[in-house]
Structure formats: C-alpha cells, structure tokens
C-alpha cells in the first residue's frame, strides 16, 4: 500500500505504521487528527516525490503528527518542500530531511476567500541536512525546537507573526543560522557555528537569549531592528565581527554577553543607538562576577577591554567604561574574577599616515599600542586632550611643527609615545571639505580621499544642509524628527534645534536669516540664527520640496512636487520683506530642486517628470523647458550664473538599476552641453565649490554604500570618484577659513 492509500482510507484519531521501505509518491494529508510514523522510528521509511514539482507532504489538515521518517525534498519547488503545512496544531518530530524544508505556510484555496494559515505547530527533534526550516508571512505561536539542521539555509523566520519560539536548535555550515523579518520572535538556547551569519534580525523586535554562536562569518547583524534584547549569548571566533549593527532603529538593549572576536562589534558609519549595559543588578554575570551590568569583551590575542582594564575592587566589573563606538560606551563591562590585570604595563605606539604636507594635512593615526583601553591623544601638544578615540583623523588647517603625544594607559599605568608632524604653507585655492547627511549624522568629508573627519549626531534621517556665509553654522532638517539641528562648525556639535523643517534649507545671503520646508505642514518657517528661534511661517502649495533665495535676500523661491494624492507642480514666490507669496508658477511634474541665478534674473526648476524649467523673476512665468531626457531632481546655478548642473536617475532606475546622470546646461541659450553618466549610484547631493571649478555630487547605491563623484567644470567631465562606507544624502560645502578672514 502507499501512505497516500492509508491516509484516504483513514478517520480522525488513526495511526498510520509505515514500513521500512522507500516510498515514492506525494502525499496529501487531509484527514484530521492522523498520526503517520515509521514502524521502526529510525529512519528506514524513506519518502521521496513522485512529482518534483509539489510537495512531498502537504498537511491540510489540523492535529497531524508526522514522525520517525527520511523525508526526500521536492527539487523542483524554490524551497525544495519536503513537508508543507497550513493547518494548525501539528506536530512534526523525529524526521530525517535530506535536500528539503520544512515549510510552515498560508494557503488560499481556488474559489475560497479565506486564507489558512500554518499556526500552533511544533517543529521538534528533526534532522534536516541541506535544507531549512521556514516560517512563512503572518505566522504565529508556532515551536521550533531541538532540531538539527546541516549544509542548508538555517531557519527562517517570515514577518508578521506573533509568539514563535526558536529554543534548543544546532544549525551548522548554513548560509544563516537564524533569520527573521519583522515579528518578535523567542530566540534562545540554540547553538549555531559555521555559518555565514549567526542570526540576522531585521525590522524586529525579538528576545535573543542564551546562544551560542561559534566560527560564523558575522555573529549576529542588526538591520533596521528595535527593541531587541541581546542577553546571556556567547559570540566567539567570528571573522568579520560578533556584531554588525548595519542600520539604527535604537532601543536595543545588549548586555551580559561574552564576546571573544577580533572585532566584537561594527557599525555602518552614522549608525548606532544601542544600550551596551543593564543596571548594575546582583547575580551570576556570564563571566562568573557577582553582578550583571555590561558585557565582556575578549579578543583571541588576550587584548579584548576585559583582559586588560583593572578591577582594583574585584567587583567583576571594570574601572574604566567601555568605549564601544564613538559615544557608545558599555558602563558596566565585565572582567573576570581571576584576572591580573591590575599588573599589566601598556605601551604607547601608533603610527600617522602622513608626517608631513601642505595645509589643510588630513592625518590618519592608527594606535598601535599594546595592553591599553584608554587613549588621549594631544595633537598639537599643549597638554590639553584632543580626542580618546582608539584611531583618530585630525586636521592641520595652518603651516607649523606639530608634535602629537599619545599617552595609553589601562587604567592604572600609562605609558607615552611622541611624533613631530611638519605642515607645509597651503597652496591648493580649494577648502576640499563637505558636509554630507546620513542615517542620523552629518558626516564632515575630505573630498579629496573619503576620509571621514569627524560625524556629528543630529536627527533622524537628516535630509537638507546649509552652511552659513561666514562658515560658522551649519543647519540641517531631519525628516523623520521635523526639526532642525543648528551646529557649531568650529567644535562639529549640535548648540541647539529648532522644532520646524523636514526637507530642504537655505540661508540668506547676510547670514541672518535660515528658510527652511515643511513637507507635511504645506509651509516654510524662518529662523532667525541670532537666536534660532522661528520668526515667521508662510503657506506654500503642497509638499514643499527645494528652497532657493536670491543673491539680494528679496526673494525666495519654493518647489511644492505634491504627492500621489494631491499634485501640485508649482513654484511659490516669497517677499521676504512681508514674509507672503506674492506669485506661483506653474512648472513640471513633481518639482523638486530649485535654483537662483547670481543676478537674480531667472530661476531653474529641476521636475523629475525629466524636464528642467526656466523662469523669468521679472515676470514670473516660465519662458523655457530643458528635456533632459532623464529624472532630475537636484539642481545648483555656478557662481557666475553662466551653468547649470542638474542631477538625477536615469530612465533604467525602474529597471532595477541605480546609475544616475549629470547634466551642464548653458544658461545663455538653455541647451544641453554636456551628460554624465554617473555609473553605481544615484545622486542625493549636489553642491559647486564657491570659485566654481568643481561640482561634487553625492551618490546613494542599492548596496547601502555610496560615493562622491568630482565634476571639472572645465571639461564638465568627472575627474574623479570617491568611495564611501555610508549612504549618503544631501551636502554642503565647508567655506574656506582664508577666504572668510580675509573678506
């Protein structure tokens, strides 16, 4: 007989004895209540299918209890089933599954407006080789437990769903150990080694607790995941790093972890938002101390935080807090009980990428000290600190001898290293720094190299940036916050933010003045930056997008591109004398950028509909069209007001590609001089240097990295192209510091 004939010739509550043998054949089980085993429980039933292309088991019905058989996938679905259910209340235990997965899906039946789903199953005790375990779309309260699964894909976990639990598993030599997407999943006692990643969390909110992750590439990979806790896990031997948090969504709490990596933890630049430690709490900690506070952190050499920083208390916790990333410190790390580590001697050493040059001399210094959790480097050594982190970049902005003094220390001992830095007289006309917007940062860039200086923590998904005239503020809109962070450019922070703005800003010519759009709220506030307080708000049309203001300060000019319900395309006209619209042009589809001319005779109008519009300010009517061919939605005027450089995706973008374009257009006659395919990225920044030789634009790729292509106004061609660890948005040009003394 075959199990099919068995299971069409059951009732609710039979049991199914298959005998050893290889049965080939795809099976329905649509009767309630069936348990199917093998006679012998070890795995001499063998099941493969009769048709590759359905799966070998398909459970419809609830209760079914499938056990002690050597399942054989389906080849030729994409997930390779070997069992597929969509019933509730099913057990599936003590399998062999060879080449398959186990699928625990949705199903809507032809002429049926109804969906079922796969819920309440216990996925228990299986042996799955080169194969997976998945949960598909909207399903909830399902135990994944004490399975082992080899040379496959892990489990996966779809979003959606509620109250899953993933306890007890061994994954080994799988692409990812454990993945999920949006839900809150129960992670925990499971032991994972070989993989390329641990476990991957991405838009969830899951509890990771007690795993073991061991020789994976990444440990665990932090997305857009919030309220994660990270408790009690053990993350070692990980070759690229314990941790990659690649994108913040914040309130995640990681503590009373063991970490032994080389690298225990790594950000995409701009990212972050974590909380490294618990309250200091009486109780065993993973190390064996007597309080849970942070985590510990080891490295394979025996130089990990916790293997060196002194405990002169013997609490079990550290002396000096933990530095983990920028302004991310663990408070609270741990140390072990039985550790020397109030004997150890640092020694100071680090070398600089370059010892001398001209100004501006951007200068890498990577430490190389040994036996040291605490670094204070002096650059110009005055004896005041310049910066602790472990391998900092400073800039020589004037000629001079510089002696830099790093002094490493672990707490109780220090030890000092000196190196003389020579900076020659400047002789490049060009200042080679920009503001550039990302994540949660506005990240100030060597355009020359890439070199991230320094980032400056604002908002959330800062969008606009705006310098002003005498150089000494910056002010950015965060979209997601609808405000804007005012900084100090001479010290890089945030001195204050002001509760308006989500899109784009300018600042007056005189400096006095910042305009900045409200995207939702249809209107555009002006900020005094005297006192960075709002002293007016002025209706515009729907969505405003880009804001531009004349070279007089008389007028300013704002792109409303609508939105998918309400279109608007227009431009509205604002005397700022008054602070009222005084005219609206009707431009393009879904205007986005816009820029004024040095004379203040015409406007230009970037609409991603592909066409650039040209207005008259006397008249206030558009008197050309530009076809660019292409989707622009960045614009800039060159000081002279001779060129406009727009910038945009390509046609192809919809067609699965990021490439975007350049275009040069001569004011004089409104033509097309010039197309530059700028070939791995869109651009999101566009900015010209104030004598006009250069036009940098910011480029954001699928990827999640980016670059900043270099435009020779002369030859309009990109001269060059930089890379980027970050997706970047828009930038700003950093005014010359000569220029603006001397002016």
Not at 154 to 163: A, E, Q
Not at 267 to 279: A, D, I, L
Not at 621 to 628: E, F
Request: include cysteine.
């Amino acid at each position: 007989m075959s199990i099919q004939e068995a299971v069409n010739n059951s009732v609710t509550g039979d049991i199914i004895i298959v005998r050893p043998g290889i049965y080939t054949e795809n099976v329905l089980v649509n009767v309630t209540g069936l348990t199917i085993r093998s006679e012998s429980k070890n795995g001499y039933a063998q099941v493969k299918p009769l048709n590759e292309s359905v799966s070998t088991f398909l459970i419809t019905a609830n209760s079914t209890t499938i056990t002690g058989l050597n399942i054989t996938g389906a080849s030729k679905i994409y997930d390779k089933n070997a069992i597929f259910a969509y019933s509730d209340m099913n057990n599936v235990t003590g399998n062999t599954i060879e080449n398959g997965s186990i699928f625990l899906g949705s199903h809507m039946p032809d002429n049926l407006k109804i969906i079922f789903y796969g819920e309440m199953n216990n996925v228990t005790g299986n042996i799955i080789e080169n194969g997976s375990i998945i949960l598909g779309s909207e399903i909830s309260d399902n135990l994944i437990a004490e399975n082992k699964i080899s040379s496959g894909e892990g489990i996966h976990i779809s979003c959606c769903g509620i109250n899953n639990t993933v306890s007890g598993n061994t994954i080994s030599n799988c692409s990812t150990g454990i993945s999920e997407w949006d839900q809150g999943a129960d992670i925990r006692n499971n032991r994972i080694t070989d993989c390329d990643y641990g476990i991957i969390l991405s838009m969830s909110g899951s509890g990771i607790d007690n795993n073991t992750i061991l020789n994976c590439n990444i440990g665990i990979e932090l997305r857009d995941a919030c309220d994660v806790d990270i408790i009690n896990n053990t993350i070692t031997a990980c070759a690229e790093c314990g941790i990659f948090d690649k994108e913040n969504n914040g309130r995640r709490r990681i503590y009373n972890n063991y970490f032994n990596n080389t690298l225990n933890v790594r950000f995409v630049p701009g990212e972050g938002g974590s909380n490294w430690n618990n309250s200091l709490t009486s109780g065993s900690n993973i190390a064996g101390g007597p309080y849970i506070g942070g985590n510990f952190w080891a490295k394979p050499d025996g130089t990990g935080f916790s293997q060196i920083c002194v405990d002169l208390d013997r609490d079990g916790i550290a002396d000096l807090p933990y530095n983990i990333y920028e302004d991310e410190f663990d408070y609270l790390p741990l140390v072990s009980m039985s550790s020397l580590q109030n004997s150890i001697t640092p020694t100071s050493n680090f070398t600089a990428s370059v010892t001398n040059g001209t100004a501006p001399l951007v200068v890498k210094f990577t430490d190389l000290s040994k036996n040291a959790v605490v670094w204070n480097w002096d650059f110009d050594n005055d004896g005041i600190s310049d910066s602790i982190e472990q391998n900092p970049v400073y800039v020589y902005g004037t000629q001079g001898n510089y002696t830099v003094n790093l002094t490493a220390s672990n707490g109780l001992n220090t030890s000092s290293k000196l190196t003389n830095i020579t900076v020659k007289k400047r002789v490049s006309s060009t200042w080679p720094f920009v503001y550039v917007t990302s994540g949660l940062s506005v990240f100030v860039i060597d355009i020359t190299t890439g070199t991230v200086i320094t980032r400056v923590k604002v908002g959330c998904w800062p969008e606009g940036v705006a310098v002003t005239p005498n150089g000494k503020k910056a002010y950015v809109t965060n979209s997601w916050d609808g405000n804007v962070s005012v900084i100090d450019t001479a010290t890089n922070t945030v001195t204050a933010t002001v509760k308006v703005g989500s899109s784009d800003v300018v600042v007056s010519p005189d400096g006095k003045k910042v305009y900045v759009t409200n995207r939702d709220s249809n209107n555009i506030s002006v900020i005094d930056t005297d006192t960075n307080t709002v002293t007016a708000t002025v209706p515009v049309g729907n969505s405003p997008s880009g804001v531009a203001v004349t070279a007089d300060g008389k007028k300013v000019y704002v792109a409303n591109s609508g939105n998918i319900t309400t279109t608007d395309d227009t431009v509205s006209v604002i005397d700022t004398a008054t602070n009222t619209v005084t005219a609206t042009v009707h431009v393009g589809n879904y205007s986005s950028g816009v820029a004024v001319t040095a004379d203040g005779k015409k406007v230009y109008v970037a609409n991603r509909g592909h066409y650039v519009s040209v207005i008259d300010t006397t008249t206030n009517t558009v008197t050309g069209t530009v076809d660019v061919d292409n989707s622009p939605d960045e614009i800039v005027v060159n000081p002279t007001g001779t060129k406009v450089y727009v910038a945009g995706t390509k046609k192809g973008y919809a067609a699965g590609t990021d490439d975007g374009f350049v275009s040069a257009i001569d004011t004089l006659n409104n033509t097309i001089t010039a197309t530059l395919d700028i070939v791995g990225g869109s651009p999101t920044g566009l900015a010209v240097t104030l004598d006009g030789k250069k036009v940098y634009v910011a480029n954001s790729n699928i990827s999640g990295n980016g670059t900043l292509s270099i435009i020779d106004t002369s030859k309009d061609t990109v001269s060059a192209t930089v890379n980027l660890e970050f997706s970047p948005g828009e930038l700003a040009t950093i005014p010359d510091p000569e220029s603006i003394s001397s002016s």
